[in-house]
């Protein structure tokens, strides 16, 4: 069975920062996207970033510059570095990855959601 962990959520100061991890274990044929969406209090879940198999990456207009995504192949793990936070950043972050498990079809997987908490 597939599963995507996160950690690295927690507490941090306005204009401090954090880093995300996302590892996808379990019978793993192959990754192909991986990323993270958000879900702030009181408002619906929005994409941010995507990392490639390729290393080619996106985010949102509004983490373009303060945030980047990486990856690391051989440990199936996605990481998303946080710097210079706002309090609007504050939300629950999720991971996904679109990757095709062992002799099972292609679809997408998701984190239980790590909080990001950006207050004084």
């Known amino acids: 069975q597939v599963q995507l962990m996160e950690s690295g959520g927690g507490l941090v100061q306005p204009g401090g920062s954090l880093r995300l991890s996302c590892a996808a274990s379990?019978?793993?044929?192959?990754?192909?996207?991986m990323g993270w969406y958000r879900q702030g209090p009181g408002k619906e879940r929005e994409w941010i970033a995507l990392?490639?198999?390729?290393?080619?990456?996106n985010y949102e207009n509004s983490v373009k510059g303060r945030f980047a995504i990486s990856r690391d192949y051989a440990k199936n793990t996605v990481y998303l570095q946080m710097n210079s936070l706002k309090p609007e950043d504050t939300a629950v972050y999720y991971c996904y990855a679109l990757l095709t498990p062992s002799g099972r079809s292609t679809s997408t997987y998701w984190g239980q959601g790590t909080q990001v908490t950006v207050s004084s």
């Open positions: 379990g019978s793993i044929f192959s990754i192909n996207t």
């Open positions: 990392i490639g198999s390729g290393f080619t990456s």
